[in-house]
């Protein structure tokens, strides 16, 4: 949830130059001083911040647990089928990827 609060305060920009016929702020930063200047921290930058959350924080909670039972699912069936318990191409003890700690068939023996 810390990436809505730094979000929100250039979401919040960008509405103000959206609802607006003139152009509003001369750039990111001109638009942040002058929002912090006219409502401050609450009411001006973090503004719409708990509408922010109340879309994040379902739509995270779904995803976090989708995922993990998806990778439940997927050793399941990895664990099952013959198929899946080697590599298909075994990698060499002198490759880069051995190296970098990652599977290699000498290091089940």
């Known amino acids: 949830m810390l990436s809505s609060l ?3 305060p250039m979401d919040v920009i960008k509405q103000n130059q959206q ?3 003139v ?3 001369s750039g990111v930063f ?3 001083r002058k929002v912090h200047l ?3 921290m609450q009411r001006g930058l973090l503004k719409g911040y708990c509408s ?3 879309l994040e924080c379902p739509f995270a909670a779904i995803q976090f647990g989708v995922y993990e039972w998806w ?3 997927c050793r399941r069936y990895m664990a099952s089928n013959r198929q899946f318990a080697a590599p298909h ?3 060499s003890p002198t490759s880069p990827a051995s190296s970098l700690g990652e599977y290699s068939p000498r290091s089940l023996q």
């Open 6 to 8: 730094l979000w929100t």
């Open 71 to 73: 990778k439940v699912e």
């Open 23 to 25: 152009r509003v702020y």
């Open 38 to 40: 006219q409502g401050g």
């Open 30 to 32: 001109d638009g942040l």
């Open 19 to 21: 609802a607006s016929v």
């Open 52 to 54: 922010m959350l109340s």
């Open 89 to 91: 191409f075994p990698l």
